[in-house]
């Protein structure tokens, strides 16, 4: 069973940096898609980077030129790994739960960002920007 868990969540103000991790386990596959979504209080989730592990990445256009996700960096027995998001240049409209999300197979870059194409979530780390 796919184990997700994220950490790195704080309170920043404007302008600040953070990094959240994605702890993942249960990898049975070399063939995933994998991503950070987010949700704002009555909000609906919206993605916020995400890839095919053999396509490129895509960002949301509100997070582009801030925000980075790392690749995932498997253990050598490839049954767990590490996703990052490094968030740069934080702004108050960036608070919400920062979700990591999984999924067996190929996304097509179309709907990486679309949160109904994953099935594995984590229970999500908060971040919170003060202006």
């Known amino acids: 069973q796919v184990q997700l868990v994220e950490s790195g969540g704080d309170s920043v103000q404007s302008g600040g940096s953070l990094r959240l991790s994605c702890e993942a386990s249960?990898?049975?596959?070399?063939?995933?898609?994998l991503g950070w979504f987010r949700q704002a209080p009555g909000k609906e989730r919206e993605g916020v980077a995400a890839?095919?592990?053999?396509?490129?990445?895509?960002?949301?256009?509100?997070v582009k030129g801030r925000f980075t996700m790392s690749q995932f960096t498997m253990s050598q027995d490839n049954s767990r790994g590490t996703l990052y998001l490094q968030m740069n240049s934080l702004k108050p409209e960036d608070t919400a739960i920062y979700y990591c999300?999984?999924?067996?197979?190929?996304?097509?870059?179309?709907?990486?960002?679309?949160?109904?194409?994953?099935?594995?979530w984590g229970q999500g780390t908060q971040v919170t920007v003060s202006s």
């Open positions: 999300a999984l999924v067996w197979g190929f996304v097509s870059s179309g709907r990486l960002l679309d949160a109904n194409e994953y099935r594995y």
């Open positions: 249960g990898i049975r596959s070399s063939a995933y898609s």
């Open positions: 890839n095919w592990r053999f396509g490129p990445q895509r960002y949301a256009d509100s």
